[in-house]
């Protein structure tokens, strides 16, 4: 069965730091993808990795994959308050139709 | 582009009772999925349904059902409802999720059993 874990659960950092969300999960993956949800609110699609060595970049954020290691990273630069929300990553296994969700980081950028 | 549409937006019922949420997808898209949403369990999958045939279904209990009309709108049914049930529930439309490059998401529905 295919387990997806996120680290860190929490993640409080300061407006204008760096800092990387980690997504191992425990088989051979189809693709992984990043969402974004807002207190109350539903998921946001943030990026798709479809490959290994996959980066996709978005503002602030940038996502890559690495199959080998079985790793999603979800880096963030130079951080600012809209970005506070909590991010989720999911993974599709080979012959599954559906996804399943990591834990969840819930990020706070203080000012 | 319309986007997803759940209704209702909040629910609360009483334990024993039933209740029926409803998902309409993006237009042309032919693919809805449902997930469970609790602080306790986080996300977890329900069910998919893609030209109203139910292609997966997570690990929940029978009293968890749901099914996909023509127009591909889909409903979930929750029978006998239990406090441990209240969660927000969320739909996903594609046109082949998750196989497609992007699934979106709709705002959900807020049960609450009491």
């Not at chain 1, 997504?23 to 051979?28: D, L, Q, V």
């Not at chain 2, 042309?28 to 999925?33: E, K, L, T």
């Not at chain 2, 409903?75 to 082949?96: K, P, Q, R, W």
């Amino acid at each position: 069965e295919l387990k997806v874990e996120q680290n860190p659960l929490f993640l409080s950092m300061q407006e204008g730091k760096n800092y990387t969300i980690y997504c191992n999960y425990s088989t051979t993956s189809d693709r992984l993808y990043w969402y974004r949800q807002d207190p109350g609110k539903s998921l946001e699609s943030l990026f798709v990795l479809l490959s290994n060595g996959a980066v996709k970049q978005e503002g602030r954020l940038m996502a890559s994959l690495d199959t080998k290691a079985r790793l999603s990273t979800l880096h963030i630069t130079a951080a600012v308050h809209d970005l506070s929300a909590t991010y989720f990553c999911a993974s599709l296994s080979f012959g599954n139709e559906k996804l399943t969700f990591g834990t969840g980081t819930r990020l706070t950028i203080i000012p | 582009k319309a986007g997803v549409t759940q209704t209702p937006r909040y629910l609360i019922k009483t334990r024993g009772q039933q209740v029926t949420l409803s998902c309409s997808p993006i237009s042309g898209h032919r693919s809805v999925s449902w997930y469970q949403q609790t602080p306790g369990q986080g996300l977890q999958f329900l069910f998919e349904y893609f030209s109203e045939t139910q292609r997966n279904k997570g690990n929940f209990p029978g009293r968890f059902s749901g099914r996909q009309f023509s127009n591909s709108r889909s409903e979930m049914n929750v029978s006998t409802l239990e406090l441990g049930d209240s969660a927000l529930y969320l739909c996903a439309s594609s046109l082949s999720f998750p196989r497609s490059p992007q699934a979106f998401f709709g705002q959900g529905t807020r049960l609450t059993v009491v």
